[in-house]
């Protein structure tokens, strides 16, 4: 099968790591990047001397006609650079969050499904061998119901200077929240306060209510002397933790159990709580780099093969999810239904 | 000066724990002891020969005269037992919470009030040298203001017949932010969900308000698979996190720091944000056993001497709390004024 | 079955726990205690009140013929006190180091294998459910061949008035490793220093060899920073590390191996190491205190039903290690042969 | 100052950090590299497009006549580069260990002091702010007396082809505590065994002890199922633990002390043994690359300013140590002087 033509926009933080899986990934043929800093141009030259580059976004689609256009620029420019891709007639992955505003977002969702284009959306955390292996018992049940979710996202800074901790945050919460627990979320409610003169909220705590009546609970702040990355996933049958700061063992699933013998139902006089404490038992995980099976999965969904990836509605979601957690804190905390 | 003569009523879990240091104390002379279930009271005298034991309260207190009266029965008879002790002229020890409701407590510091009796409640963790150190960092400005508070007490069961997480573990938490922070709460908001047959609410997240803005936030679980017993403490100077489950380290102290330089307070255009990383501490606590000390400061109380010691009124406001956060959770989690 | 008599010798720091855990249990009953403190006695009598209580053993001995005598004096007395009681016919249970030398613990195998009495000794971390926990894998072969063991027992203090710290720590590792291994001791080696004004060694490094060619070290310290109670068993097919000071999870298994290809034995130039990493896991223990374990197990050995006790030839060679352990430091270093 | 031109020999896998770093110094100029793989040398250009690369050594050198070479090759090949370097009029940098033999690295240190030019042996650690931090502690008697060092490094793999465990980890420990401790060691004791087809020793325990009697251990070890890099220096004063997996707090230093009040110091019959137990403190540490400071160093000490450099002399008294703790493994564990 032929590979896929790909170009690059935006070579700040993170567009060298989408050019070097793309250089890497025999899926892919990377052609292009673009960016307005003419030095940083020239240093990816230097990696890639195959590769062209533009400053003008236009001439890169018009030259080199790419197929999937990767757009790694700051949130504000994400609406303008995919619906250009878009109408040049490539299918695009873009950064998240996917767009400054739902409205955008969901500009661009309508856009990807009138010109019959795929908009990718770079949920990297749902590629790793650890959100992977959370999916994985969840799905195969071995965690039984889930009780609750509760997630830490905190560290001390990097103060963002045009989002509030809630957009810097806690799309990586959501998306794996989304990855995982497949049900639709139908409201949220959210408490924040800033300690910054920009009055950017710099700690929040968001909960999450899913049609089931699930719940889950996101601490995240930039005020915290420790960095903790640590979701708690509580089950019926087992319960499972996910540190993301572990080195060789960021899953351990706990065989501890809570169930509840009931005598009598109608007065619940009599409840007996049973508990069951196992074995802990921390997987072995892929450790495959997240963008490596993430363009993988990409090639397969152009491609026609099945994967598993998340797509501009998944991003136009999350999205939602951000504006209902910021609008519950500017009107002092009431649930928001999505 | 002259021993406090001291009565126990309640030989459960805790009893034989205020037995225990009142015997070993040399403020107090242990005189009585009260319990419905005779077996728990020949064990008393078999370890307190001197012991005068008794099933009938009334009796005790007719017979033996105590100065001080400690309780330590379920709640639900704890305003019962104050009353009849402060009206037999006694001081009263209660254990936390005070009473079963606000109106209650409310009761019991009235009557106190009108009889120049004292009544302490036994807020245990208040004495611990952790606790008391972390007053100590903030009393001496060496925290700085505090950005916010974050409290996890979370663990397996275990599941109280009649009471909801919250009456089980936020006692704790309450009792310390009110020994540390020593500000006026002013409201309270609350998410919780129950997950058992008697639909008592066992995972809460409890926000508090204070009157500088300050905010803290409790995560109470009895469906968490690891136990977890953290506060972290964010201040502008340098910020603390107390473990409680740590052996020797229970408290670092993290000379970290943000601060911000606004080169144009209209506009905030241009902010500054500056982090400092320094060492991390953790002092050396003291280990005394956190009754021992309280009986100390309860002595030193009775003799009119400086002490540090919650009092009625400290647990009528935590019962006041536990009372807002319920309401809160039933009634769809809107912020309560205290 | 009737109940076996037991009687505790020494009632300092130890005795108090045989004497509960012989109360409560139903395979025997508690008849006596000595001890040459009074208070000592009084104390007990307070708790146990059928107890009968002498300052001399010999008394003890006529007066209530215990069956079993368990000894838990200082060690210099071990000898005498054994030979004693099992020349009034009983059997034994003896503190752990046994004897104050081989010779002396030596003599009371004979005299039990001669009066046909049983000598258990008190190894009481080989009741643990951990170290049960860990025999039971490696018996099963879940370990494979074992590459080594290696023990950390190291502490601040608390230094011994009249023993080095290989006297004090060891015995804990040398039992608890004749307990999983099961293998001839051959030699052992050791290097030792002392710090403190008695001159006893407070630093120690022993290496032990087996029969098999497997080797076990130990660091043992009073000078440590730190607390470290960890032992790792490296093994062919799966490693298990056992750290005491851990509370949930004593022991963790890594299902990781090493295997060699070796394509030409001969100049086995081309080997290729082939790692495995697995899962961890940290199996559910059985969290019953010891000494109850211990006296279900001695009571089950007493009335001729099959036991795994430790018997006094297993704490001779204990003894008879860490003679040679002191041999070696004293003569520098070389390897002494048991 | 001009700048040092300074060349690089071998690309493999740490010559491209040296490239890195020398690329970066505002003290040097890059300018050659030569290694025998053609595509290393490749990617080196395209990395560094003014670098020129060379496949011969001497043409390398009669071209580009660099002041400093640095030796990335295996350690087989080291002396016979640095001794053409050096005959070429060069400084040399060379990789740890410094040669193959105790012989091979006398006769570079013997030629740089005949030819008068400087070889700086590449013990990173000793450039790190951690060690630094140590060697700070101990030299302005924070610590006080050392009572002894232990090192733990231990990891599953990887096998080396042809060293034993000892030469791949032990040059980490001994540069370390060369650096720190500076004082003469005076003789080596090891143990080792191997489970591998090669019969390289894979598990060693190496005892050091120096002039003024401290000894210190290390632990060495391919078969651990966990890495561990764990160094404890206890002291009389304070005493420090250095744990290089830590991300944050590297260094903890405890502020506790054992000391030794003796009554009768002939009898030494009556000793008072003080615990003292303070704060713990981590201290904040220098974050810089080691290898930008040892540029920086090196700089310094070829400009003939204060500087703190391993030579030649420090890498042939590591070798020295490799040497002897294999003899005394071979020849089953004495103590060899050094």
């Known amino acids: 099968m032929s590979r896929v033509k790909a170009a690059v926009v935006g070579l700040g933080y993170w567009g060298p790591n989408l050019l070097r899986n793309l250089h890497l990934s025999t899926d892919f043929e990377l052609v292009a990047a673009c960016d307005l800093d003419a030095k940083r141009l020239a240093r990816a030259s230097g990696h890639y001397p195959a590769l062209r580059t533009y400053t003008s976004f236009d001439a890169l689609l018009a030259e080199t006609k790419p197929e999937l256009v990767a ?49 990718f959306v770079d949920h990297t955390f749902t590629y790793t061998g650890a959100v992977r ?8 049940g071995k965690l039984g119901e889930l009780f609750y979710v509760d997630s830490v996202r905190i560290n001390l800074g990097l103060f963002q200077p045009d989002v509030s901790v809630i957009w810097d945050l806690a ?37 999450l209510r899913y049609e089931s009546g699930l719940t889950a609970h996101l601490h995240l702040s930039w005020l915290s ?6 979701m708690i996933f509580s089950g019926t049958k087992s319960s499972l933790i996910y ?37 802990m038992r921390a997987p072995a995980l892929d450790n495959r780099e997240a963008l490596g099976t993430e363009f993988s999965e990409i090639a397969a969904s152009l491609r026609g093969r099945p994967a598993t990836v998340a797509m501009a509605e998944d991003g136009l979601q999350v999205v939602r999810v951000l504006e209902a957690a910021e609008q519950s804190i500017q009107t002092g905390g009431p649930w928001i239904n999505l």
């Open 171 to 207: 799309p990586h919460d959501l998306s794996i929240l989304q990855h995982v627990v497949q049900q639709k979320l139908v409201a949220v409610q959210a408490n924040g306060t800033h300690h910054n003169p920009r009055q950017l909220v710099d700690v929040a705590y968001v909960t």
């Open 243 to 279: 540190d993301d700061l572990e080195g060789a063992e960021k899953i351990k699933v706990y065989d501890h159990g809570v169930s509840f013998d009931v005598s009598d139902l109608e007065t619940r006089a009599q409840v007996l709580v049973n508990y069951r404490r196992g074995d």
């Open 71 to 119: 757009i790694a620029t700051p949130v504000a420019s994400h609406h303008a650079l995919a619906m250009t891709a878009l109408r040049a007639g490539c299918h695009v992955l873009c950064e998240k969050p996917l767009a400054a505003t739902s409205k955008e977002a969901s500009e661009i969702v309508e856009l990807a499904g009138r010109l019959d284009r795929k908009v």
């Open 225 to 230: 002397p420790v960095k903790v990355r640590r």
């Open 133 to 140: 292996c959370i999916r994985e018992h969840y799905e195969q």
